[in-house]
């Protein structure tokens, strides 16, 4: 079954860290980019990080520049968001994709509030 399955997300204060976790089964992961994605209430879904089959390149938006980490681990079928010094515009419901399969996972909420 192809899938992936995100974990990790929760409620946490302003500054503190979160890693986010996604699982993936039933295709070929190390041939897919990766990348998560976050939706907010109200707004469209937007990229936040991306990582190639092989680590060679990552991007990450601008909001997130210097904060959050995208890396990966083929031999787990794993991809991770470390996020760092998390803000309240950071609250969403964060998806991770893979690329070319197209498979979305079903997200993990993020809400970051004092």
């Known amino acids: 079954q192809v899938q992936l399955v995100e974990s990790g997300g929760g409620l946490v204060q302003p500054g503190r860290s979160l890693r986010l976790s996604c699982a993936a089964s039933?295709?070929?992961?190390?041939?897919?980019?990766m990348a998560w994605y976050r939706q907010a209430p109200g707004k469209e879904r937007e990229l936040v990080a991306t990582?190639?089959?092989?680590?060679?390149?990552?991007n990450y938006a601008d909001a997130v520049k210097g904060r959050f980490t995208i890396d990966r681990d083929n031999t787990k079928r794993v991809v991770w968001l470390q996020m760092n010094s998390l803000k309240p515009e950071d609250t969403a419901v964060y998806y991770c994709?893979?690329?070319?399969?197209?498979?979305w996972g079903r997200g993990t909420q993020v809400t970051v509030t004092s």
């Open positions: 994709h893979a690329d070319p399969r197209r498979v």
């Open positions: 039933g295709f070929t992961f190390s041939a897919n980019a």
């Open positions: 990582i190639t089959g092989g680590s060679e390149f990552r």
